[in-house]
């Protein structure tokens, strides 16, 4: 393959709903332009996308697959993303390095909720769309009614380029209203015949031809001058006014294809090559310091790293975007993340598994190279007199969440290293090991995605691994004031033990006043305070430790001690061993010993003083509350309303987006456990949610007591 210019090159991502046909039109797009001999299928498992053996046992795409194809002295990198929301990071990835977007529809179901969610995130990243109706010559094929759909969720801006003569079975041509041509197909597909416009459907193809016209001109000043001197533009105007809405999001043409069996695919490639921007036409990323930096051959060379697979007998494949500059087999660069040298002492230009060598790369091509020492995705490698930093691929907050565990213990560190590189090759799995839960916390999209894990460590691996639920990481706090003091006294011979700490404490809020007075038991305590430590925990809340002791009752020196009794206390709460906080604890008075007393005896007297206190301050018990969106056809909004009031959520509100619904609710963590399944079999699987911790709150009185009996079950157990 040929070294190809900045202004030669187009990156483009190839979207859409699970079942739309995607692998089976990058199949097609590579058969046509020379990469492969032979189409393979999705059934056969032999397709260049899905090569991993998980994707071949479950017959679905689980990570985006990066392939070029060379047409019309255009090299086009294409990234084919996996249709589930579950491996919605693939898509994330993709539309972060590329710059249009290729969203695939089933002519069968249309508008899925699938399509909807990929389609917002082209939004939140201002990427031009194209839509591709596929599977045409389905019995159920309906291509007025996807046009409609589409018409209707995304507005005027969605223009035909081509629609079908039928659809169903006999499909084998479509008019296409740019070039004013029919072009037909035999049944084996490939090259068309192009024809003129049958009589019965020049009236239709003038109708949208004019609407194309007039969109085209919309969206470039100039042509819109030209359209209302001359009533019509030539085809290269046209093309340069698609070009113009594509770029700003003034319109989404759409393309019908039957990729399976490899009809108007060929056509689809010309426009891609014809019309879609370069990436030298395209917004420029930004550095981590806010700095544009221009796909320029000429200037420093800069890579980014946006995918890692690990693939047998080769390890680790790492795949970048030039951003600028270029880059050649032997270069030495510097990774701006970690501070390491990297030599790439191989270019390769990839089609799924299947790599090319090549001897350079220049500013706004996609490529993958093998075996670097300590790269990462997210990370930036540079060259001399470059120190770009890039971190803009933002991945959407994990929806379900297990504890994992090796079904052999033995097996914990292998499992752990396992995981470590499960992360890297799909950064949406999280991985927490929780030292207050003692699990293993993975955290995905849904359970399919984690199904898919269990599936690729037990067979890839050969571990056996196992599921559990995963403990909630409640807190504990108090709800009102309480005072208590407590003396540690231990004799045994030789230096004794001696420590006694009076304390007040009481629930914190920010901005609370100083302390001042209280009353316990018809007496009264007055505060003095002497000092005041703010601590931020890292499990969240704060505690206050106030220093009003007067007279010299305990010397500062045991303060520290004190204080570091009470964390260990807050630790481990007394309702259920979780961590405590939001207290303030007030310090007030004690008693030392001048032979006996020492740090140790007043950590003792500061934690019991606190845990006695604690109890008697009204404990409760607080939970992490989410907030979900949930995004639902109207037709199941009852359902999922109904089924979420039975979660214990707080219905926030609703609100209406072309044709779905939109619920935001608070829901505890604990009743979303198994959400993501029961939604997608409330609605079918069209459906989608989002969560994104809230806050803690108490928990209701039924719960908390059910939560001590469990508590106090599992501890007289151990």
Request: glycine share 8%; proline share 5%; with cysteine.
């Amino acid at each position: 393959m040929k070294v190809y210019q900045t202004d030669e090159i187009k990156n483009i991502s190839i979207l859409g709903s699970s079942g739309s046909g995607k692998t089976t039109l990058a199949e097609a797009m590579l058969y046509e332009g020379g990469v492969i001999k032979r189409r393979g299928t999705v059934d056969a498992g032999n397709t260049v996308s899905d090569y991993f053996p998980v994707e071949k046992e479950y017959g679905y795409s689980v990570f985006s697959t990066v392939f070029s194809v060379e047409w019309q002295d255009r090299k086009l990198n294409f990234i084919d993303c996996p249709g589930s929301d579950d491996f919605i990071g693939g898509a994330v990835s993709a539309l972060n390095v590329t710059d249009t977007a290729l969203m695939v529809l089933n002519a069968q179901y249309g508008v899925e909720v699938g399509t909807i969610n990929q389609f917002r995130y082209t939004e939140q990243f201002h990427k031009p769309v194209i839509f591709v109706v596929n599977q045409l010559d389905n019995d159920k094929a309906d291509y007025d009614n996807v046009l409609a759909q589409l018409k209707d969720q995304y507005g005027s801006k969605v223009v035909p380029i081509q629609y079908p003569i039928t659809c169903g079975a006999s499909f084998n041509a479509v008019v296409d209203v740019l070039k004013m041509k029919m072009y037909r197909w035999k049944p084996e597909g490939g090259v068309p015949e192009v024809l003129d416009i049958p009589e019965d459907q020049m009236d239709k193809a003038m109708e949208l031809h004019g609407a194309l016209v007039e969109a085209a001109a919309e969206n470039d000043d100039a042509l819109m001058e030209k359209f209302f001197e001359d009533g019509t533009l030539t085809k290269d105007d046209m093309r340069a006014g698609i070009r113009a809405g594509l770029v700003n999001r003034g319109m989404f043409p759409v393309f019908c294809v039957c990729a399976a069996r490899d009809m108007c695919v060929r056509r689809t490639l010309e426009f891609l090559g014809n019309v879609v921007p370069c990436t030298d036409k395209m917004p420029r990323p930004v550095t981590t310091s806010g700095e544009e930096v221009t796909p320029d051959p000429n200037s420093p060379t800069s890579l980014f790293f946006f995918k890692t697979t690990i693939e047998p007998y080769i390890g680790q494949v790492s795949y970048f975007k030039v951003i600028s500059g270029k880059v050649k087999e032997g270069d030495d660069l510097l990774n701006a993340d970690r501070g390491s040298k990297e030599r790439l002492a191989q270019l390769f230009v990839v089609a799924g598994q299947t790599r090319t060598a090549v001897p350079e790369m220049v500013a706004g091509d996609i490529g993958a190279t093998v075996k670097l020492k300590d790269v990462r995705w997210g990370n930036t490698l540079n060259g001399k007199g470059c120190d770009y930093k890039f971190d803009f691929i933002k991945y959407p907050d994990p929806k379900y969440r297990r504890a994992i565990r090796p079904v052999n213990e033995l097996d914990a560190e292998k499992l752990s290293e396992i995981l470590t590189r499960m992360h890297e090759e799909d950064p949406t799995w999280l991985i927490e090991q929780s030292k207050e839960l003692k699990q293993t916390i993975i955290s995905g999209q849904g359970e399919f995605h984690l199904r898919t894990l269990k599936w690729r460590i037990e067979n890839n691996d050969k571990l056996a691994i196992e599921y559990l639920e995963p403990k909630i990481p409640y807190r504990e706090t108090i709800t009102k004031a309480s005072r208590t003091d407590y003396r540690h006294k231990k004799q045994s011979g030789g230096a004794g033990q001696f420590g006694e700490v009076h304390m007040i404490v009481e629930p914190y809020y920010e901005g609370m006043p100083a302390p001042d007075t209280y009353r316990f038991g018809g007496q009264e305590y007055k505060v003095n305070v002497r000092d005041t430590q703010i601590i931020d925990l890292n499990w969240g809340g704060k505690v206050v430790f106030v220093n009003s002791i007067v007279g010299g009752a305990i010397d500062t020196r045991f303060l520290p001690a004190i204080l570091k009794g009470i964390m260990a206390r807050m630790e481990q709460g007394p309702l259920t061993g979780s961590y405590a906080r939001d207290v303030r604890v007030i310090v007030y008075d004690g008693k030392m010993h001048p032979v006996d007393s020492n740090e140790i005896s007043f950590m003792l007297a500061g934690r019991n003083a606190f845990s006695t206190a604690f109890k008697e301050a009204n404990p409760k018990i607080l939970e992490p509350v989410y907030d979900v969106e949930v995004s639902v056809p109207g037709d199941y909004l009852g359902d999922v309303m109904g089924d979420l009031q039975g979660r214990r959520a707080m219905i926030m509100g609703m609100s209406s987006e072309k044709g779905y619904e939109k619920l935001l609710a608070k829901v505890p963590l604990k009743e979303m456990a198994n959400y993501s399944t029961s939604l997608s079999s409330l609605t079918g699987g069209r459906a989608s949610f989002t969560m994104k911790f809230a806050s803690y709150e108490l928990v209701p009185s039924d719960v908390q007591e059910k939560l001590l009996k469990e508590y106090e079950a599992s501890q007289a157990e151990d």
